[in-house]
């Protein structure tokens, strides 16, 4: 066994395995095109590598932070969803249209460039959470994989 508070090379091999209820095909609702534009006005960078949609050659995306769309069918305990998404109006929230937060970008979006949304070694929907982050907080010139080199954008 190697010495693992050397510097070394992490390799993960997942196999997840998740029930996923069934739900309604993904169509951009109005709500979430609406609530995207106003996030991407308030934080047009990515929140990883702080890149402009312009620096990083491609659109930023919204991703969902709290519960993804998937999952919208699933039997949710929203209470707990609302201590961590405080902001979000839950007076006005009907459990039965789970969308309506869902879908609202303002409550539970994050903009991320493609590469850290969905690159298969270096997205968010490809890392576990605790090597996906660090890609935010670890200095510029960090070498993180044989794809990336950390840098974070100057504003």
């Keep these: 066994m190697s010495d693992v508070t050397q510097e ?4 993960e091999t997942l196999k997840i395995e998740v029930e996923v209820p069934g739900h309604p095909p993904r169509k951009a609702s109005a709500l979430f095109e609406r609530t995207r534009k106003e996030l991407l006005a308030k934080n047009p960078r990515c929140w990883v590598c702080n890149r402009t949609a312009e620096e990083a050659g491609a659109p930023l995306e919204a991703h969902h932070m709290g519960v993804e769309y998937s999952f919208m069918t699933a039997p949710i305990d929203w209470d707990i969803v609302a201590q961590d998404f405080p902001d979000f109006a839950w007076d006005k929230f009907d459990p039965a249209h789970p969308e309506i937060f869902v879908d609202d970008m303002n409550a539970q979006g994050l ?3 493609k590469e850290h949304h969905t690159h298969p070694e270096t997205g968010i929907h490809a890392l576990p959470w605790p090597i996906f982050v660090m890609q935010r907080y670890l200095k510029t010139g960090y070498k993180f994989n044989d794809l990336e080199v950390i840098v974070h954008e100057q504003e």
């Design 8 to 11: 070394h090379e992490e390799k």
């Design 111 to 113: 903009m991320l460039c």
